[in-house]
C-alpha cells in the first residue's frame, strides 16, 4: 500500500484551487451574470453587498474544493494508476457530490430555476475537470 505525498496533496490543491476560482469567477460572469442578477432581486439580495461579504467564502470554498479533489486523486491512483484518465474519473465524483447534489437542492428548494442549474452543472463540470488535470499533473507518489 503506498503512501500518500500530503505535500502534492497540498500544492496540487492549491493549483487545483486556483484553476477553480479563475474559471467560476469567468463562467459566472459569461454564462450567469443576469441570471444572477435577478436572483438576487428576487431573492432581495444587495448584490454589492453580497458579492463582497460572500467572496472569501466563494474563494475559500474552492480552494478546499481543489484539496479534496487532488486528496481524492491520489487516494485512487493506485487502482486507477496515474494520469488524465484517473483525474477525470476523480473529478467526476467530486463534481456529483459537490455540484449534483447542491444544485439539486436548490432547485427542489426553487432557489434556483433548473435553466441556472443546468448552466452552472454543465460549467462546473469543465471547472473541476480543468482543476483536476492541473492539481493531478503536480501529484507525485513519495
Known amino acids: 500500500m503506498s503512501h500518500l505525498n500530503w505535500k502534492r496533496i497540498l500544492l496540487g490543491g492549491l493549483l487545483a484551487?486556483?484553476?477553480?476560482?479563475?474559471l467560476s469567477m469567468g463562467g459566472v460572469h459569461l454564462?450567469?451574470?443576469d441570471q444572477m442578477h435577478s436572483l438576487h432581486h428576487r431573492l432581495q439580495l444587495d448584490q454589492d453587498r453580497s458579492f463582497h461579504a460572500?467572496?472569501?467564502k466563494h474563494l475559500?470554498?474552492?480552494f478546499a474544493l481543489g484539496l479534496?479533489?487532488?486528496?481524492?486523486?491520489a487516494a485512487i491512483r493506485p487502482?486507477?494508476?496515474p494520469g488524465p484518465r484517473t483525474a477525470l474519473i476523480a473529478s467526476t465524483a467530486v463534481w456529483l457530490l459537490a455540484y449534483g447534489l447542491f444544485?439539486?437542492?436548490m432547485v427542489f428548494l426553487q432557489l434556483f430555476s433548473t435553466h441556472i442549474a443546468l448552466l452552472t452543472l454543465l460549467w462546473g463540470f469543465f471547472e473541476?475537470?480543468?482543476?483536476s488535470l492541473a492539481g493531478a499533473w503536480l501529484y507525485r507518489e513519495p
Not at 484551487?17 to 479563475?22: C, K, W
Not at 473541476?128 to 482543476?131: E, G, H, S, Y
Request: charge should be positive; proline fraction near 0%; hydrophobic fraction near 70%.
Open 79 to 81: 487502482r486507477f494508476g
Open 31 to 33: 454564462f450567469l451574470a
Open 54 to 56: 460572500n467572496l472569501l
Open 128 to 131: 473541476t475537470l480543468a482543476a
Open 17 to 22: 484551487g486556483l484553476v477553480l476560482n479563475l
Open 60 to 62: 475559500g470554498m474552492h
Open 68 to 73: 479534496i479533489l487532488v486528496w481524492f486523486y
Open 103 to 105: 444544485l439539486s437542492a
